[in-house]
DNA sequence: TATTGTATGATTGGATCCAATCATACAATA
DNA sequence: TATTGTATGATTGGATCCAATCATACAATA
C-alpha cells in the first residue's frame, strides 16, 4: 500500500488520552469559545495528575483548539466567521493538491480502502449513528483519499485543520441535511478518483470544501450580525 | 496597521526559553536528524529540570523538527529530498495565497513595515552576521509580506514551516549566493508589493521559493544517490 | 551456533510538592 | 467619588521523586 506505516499497537500515554479527552470536549461543543479549561479540574475528573494535563494543553495549543497564555492557562479558542474562512481556505489550497498528488500514486489496495472508508460513513449515516462517530468516519475517508500521496508533512497540517473544522461542522443547524448532502459528494469523489481523474476529483473536492465552508461562513456571519 | 496585534511583553516561561534552544541548535545542524535528544541531558545543560524540557519537545514535535516515541524519547526528524519537497509545495500553496490576500489590506505602515524589514535582511548580508541572524531577518521579511492577510491561522502553518525550512537553508553549499540571489529577489517581490500588483507579486514570491527549493532538492538527490 | 529468556542500568512518564504569578476584593488616598 | 495601593486565595510553572518501560548484555537452552 503506497501509504505511510504506522505502528501496528502504539501505547497510549495518559497525556495522549487527556489530550483526546479534552478535544472532544471541544470539538463537541461542551467547552465552547472562550471556556477557561482548569489544570486542576480536568486532573480530578480524570483521576490523574495536573502534569499530563498540561502537556495535552500543550499539544491542543498546536492544534488550535485552545489558547494558553503565561499564568493564565487555556482558553478554548472562539469561532468567527473569520477564522472559518482562514481555516477553509488553507483545506482549499492543500486537499485538492494532496489529492492530485495521491491518484498519481494510489494502488488498488488505497482505492478499496477507500472505498471502505465510504461505505462505513454511509452505514453510520444510516444507523443514526451519534455526531462524534460520524465526524469520525468523515474524516478518516477525507484522510484515506490524501494518504497515498506520501506527504506526511503536509497531511500533518491537514489533519490539524480537521480538529478545527470539526468545531465548526457541529455548529450547523440542518446536520442532517449537510451529511447526506457530503455523502454523495462523497460518492462522486470518489468515482472520479477511481478512474484517476485527477482534474475532476479536484474540482470535486474544491466543491466540496468550498460549499460547507458556505454554509458555514454564512451562517456565523448572520449570527454574528445578530449579535 | 491591518496586522494581528501580539503582546508588547511576554513574559518567557523556562519552557519557552528551552524550546527555542533545542530548535536553535536542531536548525543550526548541531543536533542532525536522527539525533536522540535526551532531556535529562538538556535539563542538566541548562540547569532546569526535565518538566520544561518535555513540554519543549512536544512544541517541537509539533512544528515537525522532533519525533517523539512513547517511551524512547525525542529524535531530530531526518532531512530528506521527499520531505522537502513535501514542505516546500506547501509555502509554495500558502505563501502566494496569502500574500495575495495580504496586498488586499495592506497600510502604509505595513509597507514601511515591509521595507524596513527588508533593509535589514540587505544590511545584516553587508555586515556578514552569523547564519542565525540573517535566516531570522529573511524569515522577518517573508513573515512581513504575510501578515497584513490577517489570516493567523494560516500564518501559524506557515512559521511552523519556516522553523524546518530554515534546516534545509542552512545545508546549501553556497549559502552567500544563495543570499544574494535571495536579497535580489525580495528587493523585486517588495517592488511589486508596493504598486500593489497582485498577480506579479505572486509570481515572483511562487518563483523565490520554486528556486530555493529546486536548488536544496537538487542538492538533496545528489548527496542521497552518492550515499 | 542461533535463539530465547532474564537481569540491570538508563530513560521516560507521571505524581506530588513548592514558588511565582494572577485575579479579586477591600482599604487608603487624593 | 475615582484612583491607587495592599492583602489573600486561586492558579499556573517548575523541581523533585517514584514507577513503568526500554535497551543492552549475558545466561540458558535447543
Known amino acids: 500500500m503506497a501509504t505511510i506505516d504506522k505502528?501496528?499497537?502504539?501505547?497510549?500515554?495518559v497525556t495522549a488520552m487527556v489530550a483526546e479527552y479534552i478535544a472532544a470536549r471541544i470539538i463537541g461543543g461542551d467547552y465552547p469559545g472562550g471556556h477557561q479549561i482548569r489544570q486542576e479540574a480536568i486532573a480530578a475528573e480524570l483521576g490523574v495528575s495536573r502534569i499530563p494535563v498540561r502537556e495535552a494543553l500543550l499539544q491542543l495549543e498546536a492544534d488550535g483548539l485552545v489558547v494558553i497564555r503565561t499564568h493564565r492557562g487555556a482558553v478554548v479558542s472562539e469561532l468567527s466567521a473569520d477564522d472559518a474562512i482562514d481555516l477553509f481556505d488553507a483545506r482549499l489550497l492543500l486537499e485538492p493538491f494532496l489529492v492530485e498528488k495521491a491518484i498519481g500514486h494510489v494502488t488498488d489496495q488505497d482505492i478499496a480502502a477507500i472505498e471502505k472508508s465510504m461505505r462505513a460513513y454511509e452505514a453510520a449515516i444510516a444507523r443514526g449513528d451519534d455526531p462524534?462517530?460520524?465526524?469520525?468516519?468523515n474524516w478518516a475517508f477525507h484522510t484515506a483519499l490524501l494518504?497515498?500521496?506520501?506527504?506526511?508533512r503536509s497531511m500533518a497540517v491537514v489533519q490539524a485543520l480537521y480538529n478545527s473544522a470539526d468545531r465548526y461542522l457541529r455548529l450547523q443547524i440542518e446536520p442532517a441535511k449537510a451529511r447526506a448532502k457530503a455523502l454523495q459528494e462523497h460518492r462522486e469523489?470518489?468515482?472520479?478518483?477511481?478512474?484517476?481523474?485527477?482534474a475532476e476529483t479536484a474540482r470535486l473536492l474544491r466543491k466540496h470544501i468550498a460549499d460547507a465552508a458556505g454554509e458555514i461562513v454564512s451562517q456565523l456571519r448572520r449570527s454574528e450580525t445578530a449579535a
Do not use: G, H, N, V
Request: no cysteine; glycine share 0%; net charge positive.
Open 189 to 198: 469523489l470518489f468515482e472520479a478518483y477511481r478512474r484517476k481523474d485527477i
Open 147 to 152: 494518504e497515498p500521496s506520501m506527504r506526511p
Open 132 to 137: 462524534k462517530d460520524l465526524s469520525r468516519l
Open 7 to 13: 505502528p501496528l499497537l502504539q501505547r497510549q500515554t
